[in-house]
């Protein structure tokens, strides 16, 4: 009997891709005062993490290795723009919260454009009731580019 490549009878895995929620990116940088957000995304309906819209955090369903994988494209109008720090904040079921952050990095110094990489590539325990939020810090300044940033979830039920 031939099985799904990505499914055998020990592990299951699923693939998610979240994207930007346009709509609310939007107006997430009409207000050039705040200094720090949440990043919004639509839910990709998958079995093992959710979207959760009104809270702007992911809410994990089913127990397993996650390996996450953000990538967000920047754009700057000055250099205050440069000190941007994108973070997964988690907020673990039995408590424990955790920060995994990143600083832009650009491709020159006279460049107006960064990319932050984050992510989990070794692999997260979540449990079900597990939450994170994807988080920008030092927004004044800086516009979110919504077709090259993503959040990548590999799930894998073991």
Do not use: W
Request: with cysteine; charged share 20%.
């Amino acid at each position: 009997m031939n099985r799904p490549r990505n499914e055998t009878s020990e592990t299951h895995s699923e693939l998610c891709v979240f994207k930007l929620d346009q709509t609310k990116l939007k107006s997430l940088f009409n207000l050039s005062y705040i200094h720090s957000s949440y990043i919004p995304f639509v839910d990709a309906n998958c079995d093992s993490l959710s979207y959760n819209t009104r809270g702007q955090k992911f809410d994990v369903q089913m127990s397993g290795s996650f390996e996450l994988s953000l990538s967000v494209a920047l754009q700057l109008n000055n250099s205050i723009g440069r000190s941007a720090l994108v973070c997964i904040k988690y907020n673990l079921s039995n408590n424990k919260k955790r920060d995994v952050c990143s600083r832009a990095q650009f491709p020159s110094n006279d460049s107006n454009s960064a990319f932050i990489n984050l992510g989990l590539p070794d692999g997260a325990k979540l449990n079900a009731g597990d939450e994170f939020r994807v988080e920008i810090k030092s927004i004044p300044n800086v516009y979110i580019q919504d077709s090259l940033t993503r959040l990548v979830v590999r799930y894998y039920k073991q």
